[in-house]
């Protein structure tokens, strides 16, 4: 005990304080040390997410030009289903002007069909 009495004789409060400066240094530095990393963390992440947010940015005017794609096939595909009930009618009307031709000209007499003849001719004068 008597060794531990003599060191503590040599210790002076200055000791004291140089010692708690360089502790607080050391802390000081450390926590400087984390600081820093963890900046350097924020600043990936902020990087991460500015790319992030860049993609889908990217994809949002994706999907807004395939809407407007599709949306162009949709009034195309109704205006082909349009042509497409309008040359079925017309087969339809080219089919009975065959049908009215075949039964003119086949089916009927030919005293029958010089009177229609004649008649079409008074009518459309």
Same mark, same amino acid.
């Given at each position: 005990?008597?060794?531990?009495?003599? @060191?503590? &004789?040599? *210790?002076?409060?200055?000791?004291?304080?140089? /010692?708690? $400066?360089?502790? #607080?240094? !050391?802390?000081?530095?450390?926590?400087?040390?984390?600081?820093?990393?963890?900046?350097?963390?924020?600043?990936?992440?902020?990087?991460?997410?500015?790319?992030?947010?860049?993609?889908?940015?990217?994809?949002?005017?994706?999907?807004?030009? @395939?809407? &407007?794609? *599709?949306?162009?096939?949709?009034?195309?595909? /109704?205006? $082909?289903?349009? #042509?497409? !009930?309008?040359?079925?009618?017309?087969?339809?009307?080219?089919?009975?002007?065959?049908?009215?031709?075949?039964?003119?000209?086949?089916?009927?007499?030919?005293?029958?069909?010089?009177?229609?003849?004649?008649?079409?001719?008074?009518?459309?004068?």
């Amino acid at each position: 005990m008597r060794n531990t009495l003599l @060191l503590q &004789d040599y *210790i002076t409060p200055t000791d004291h304080l140089e /010692e708690i $400066n360089n502790s #607080l240094r !050391k802390i000081q530095t450390q926590l400087l040390q984390e600081l820093s990393n963890k900046q350097e963390v924020l600043e990936s992440k902020n990087q991460e997410i500015q790319e992030l947010k860049a993609a889908l940015e990217n994809k949002s005017k994706l999907v807004a030009e @395939l809407k &407007d794609a *599709i949306s162009a096939v949709e009034r195309n595909n /109704e205006g $082909n289903k349009q #042509l497409n !009930k309008k040359l079925i009618s017309e087969i339809v009307r080219k089919q009975q002007d065959i049908e009215w031709y075949k039964r003119t000209y086949e089916s009927r007499s030919l005293l029958g069909t010089l009177k229609e003849k004649i008649l079409w001719k008074i009518k459309t004068k």
